[in-house]
């Protein structure tokens, strides 16, 4: 049951996060260094979420 949650949340910050990707690729294209640096910023945001949703977890079983 704990995987599944865990899997659902992360499907779930997958589809909030690529409309999210999409759009700061969109706005700056133009330079690569910093659509890299926003592609980055980005994935560490998503890994920190899923880490604090992995995280909180157990305080919303109880």
């Known amino acids: 049951m704990k995987i599944k949650g865990f899997i659902g949340r992360l499907i779930i910050s997958l589809i909030v996060a690529s409309p ?4 700061c690729g969109n706005i700056v294209d133009e330079t690569s260094r910093i659509d890299v640096f926003f592609m980055a910023l980005m994935v ?4 920190a979420g899923v880490l604090l949703a992995w995280l909180l977890n157990p305080l919303f079983k109880r």
């Open 20 to 23: 999210v990707l999409y759009w």
């Open 44 to 47: 560490v945001l998503f890994v």
